[in-house]
């Protein structure tokens, strides 16, 4: 059994915190910087590179990416063969937030009660997922979620009945609805199957993997290349201009699900799809 002090935690969550907000993973900006690259609308254009730009200055000036840092949002693979000692995985995982939100200087924008609506003033508590997993090791991914596309997200519980077609039907809406409102160019997370709560964290899983990977499963794939070639003939374009890129990628994750249910969530994020990991 392999011990894992909450110390430890608390210190690489909260540079987490910092680093997923002010650098984009590499893929990120490959991603961008080959959009621009293939645009042919001289305004989509000039859009992403003043969102390159927007980039360098972040990672150069130690400042964020975006003024909106986010809800830290958490996924946890915790080996069964490892003890947390020292005290809650989860309260030092919170504490970690609440360290690096302040000492990043990052904008705290949690409320404690959604109906009263007053700022916790340290960005907690997060939303952790936690999966149970073999082995030695603690894996823990953030991905902090701006509310200006978690707002145009979607989940719709379709019957067997509605088959790929009618998938396919409520990512193209969700995305049309979302238009501008939600920064394009969007990353877009999938989660098809499992349940009603099961559905919205695949949704939210899919953005922690980057642009260009494609799921493993051959029609799902598919699926995801087939989407993201149809969502790029919308037009929308980069900050809604116009443009041929949308979208920078569409992820799908799937579940075993219901003989009565299709369960389909959507979880639209702008170009700003921040996830970092750490393995401990």
């Known amino acids: ?82 003890h947390i000692v020292g005290g809650s995985l989860s309260e030092a995982i919170n504490e970690g937030v609440r360290r690096g939100y302040t000492e990043g200087y990052l904008r705290k924008s949690v409320v404690g009660d959604p109906l009263i609506r007053e700022n916790t003033k340290d960005n907690t508590p997060a939303i952790i997922h936690y999966d149970i997993v073999p082995g030695d090791s603690l894996k823990i991914t953030i991905t902090p979620k701006g509310f200006g596309s978690e707002n145009m997200s979607r989940l719709v519980m379709l019957k067997p009945a509605d088959g790929v077609e009618g998938v396919k039907q409520v990512v193209l809406d969700t995305v049309k609805s979302a238009g501008p409102n939600a920064c394009p160019p969007f990353v877009i997370g999938v989660g098809i199957g499992g349940d009603f709560e099961m559905v919205a964290k695949l949704s939210k899983k899919a953005l922690t993997r980057e642009p260009g990977s494609h799921n493993p499963i051959e029609h799902i794939a598919a699926l995801e290349k087939e989407l993201l070639s149809e969502i790029n003939s919308f037009g929308i374009g980069p900050a809604g201009l116009g443009g041929k890129t949308t979208a920078l990628a569409v992820n799908i994750e799937t579940y075993a699900t219901h003989i009565a249910g299709l369960p389909v969530g959507v979880n639209m994020c702008c170009h700003v799809d921040r996830h970092k990991t750490v393995i401990l």
């Open 1 to 82: 059994m392999r011990e894992i002090d909450v110390k430890t935690v608390t210190d690489e969550v909260s540079k987490l915190c910092i680093d997923a907000n002010l650098i984009l993973s590499e893929e990120m900006q490959s991603a961008i910087a080959n959009a621009e690259r293939a645009e042919d609308c001289p305004l989509a254009k000039e859009i992403l590179g003043q969102l390159k730009e927007n980039m360098d200055i972040a990672k150069e000036d130690r400042i964020p990416i975006c003024q909106d840092t986010g809800m830290a949002v958490f996924f946890i693979e915790l080996g069964q063969d490892v």
